[in-house]
């Protein structure tokens, strides 16, 4: 069946300009999970949604940062004001429900130049 | 120190050797350990999936918790030029945090 699908693949955007990144989770999973890759820091967690509510925002790394999820389903990242620290992939996850596996789309990588 | 440590590499073995990839973690909450496998420019993609300690074996992979030592493993039987990758290990607690905690990483090359 189909995977986590994340759009776009690719974002440049300028620094101090707002960015949405969407992601479509796999068909019937419950749990959504937004990541963040950087060289330097590895893969860190962002947010958790269980349905459309946002239970755990713990590691969202400021006020810039924000996330919904519509419908259960679809799920929109957005940084507003973008730095160029921000520059990283962003990844999703879901799983069927709470604590089981989750499994990743393919990511966007933002260049904030 | 970060919860989860791995070397990062990169570990070069012969085709066919058997590979142990290896990770620390420091938080005793964990519960749940993951190992993933991630290909240039991919997504992380999931390999084992494991509750407390003991081994699990999944064709070619084994994956191996200690939760005394906090010291888990991964060993890749018959290794393939198409297992070179970035291998990443994962923790997370049994209730309240729903996030992975990975640590950075272990970047694997098999030789033909």
């Known amino acids: 069946g189909a995977g986590v699908s994340q759009s776009p ?12 990144l969407r992601c ?6 419950t ?38 999820r519509t419908g259960g ?11 160029q620290e921000d520059s990283a992939v962003y990844l999703c996850a879901s799983s069927l429900e709470r604590m089981r596996e989750q499994f990743f789309g393919p990511g966007t990588r933002l260049t904030v130049l | ?19 142990s990839l290896n990770c620390t973690y420091s938080n005793s909450a964990f519960q ?4 993933y496998r991630q290909y240039s420019r991919k997504g992380p993609e999931l390999l084992m999936y494991t509750y407390s300690s003991g081994n699990k074996e ?5 994956a191996q918790v200690d939760k005394s030592s906090k010291y888990i493993s991964l060993f890749i039987r018959d290794s393939q030029p ?18 992975l905690t990975f640590g950075k990483g272990t970047h694997l090359i098999i030789q033909p």
């Open chain 1, 9 to 20: 693949s690719n974002k440049v955007t300028e620094k101090g300009k707002d960015v949405e």
């Open chain 1, 24 to 29: 479509d989770p796999i068909s019937g999973h």
């Open chain 1, 31 to 68: 749990a959504l999970y937004w990541y963040r890759q950087s060289l330097g820091q590895g893969l860190e967690f962002l947010i958790y949604f269980q349905g459309n509510s946002a239970p755990d925002k713990s590691g969202l790394p400021s006020d810039r940062f924000s996330a919904e």
């Open chain 1, 73 to 83: 389903s679809v799920s929109t990242l957005t940084i507003q004001r973008t730095q």
């Open chain 2, 1 to 19: 120190q970060k919860e989860v440590e791995q070397d990062p590499g990169p570990l070069s073995v012969p085709e066919g050797a058997i590979v």
């Open chain 2, 32 to 35: 749940y350990f993951m190992w």
């Open chain 2, 58 to 62: 999944d064709g070619r992979f084994t």
């Open chain 2, 82 to 99: 198409s297992d070179s990758a970035t291998y990443l290990c994962a923790g997370r607690s049994g209730g309240g945090a729903d996030g």
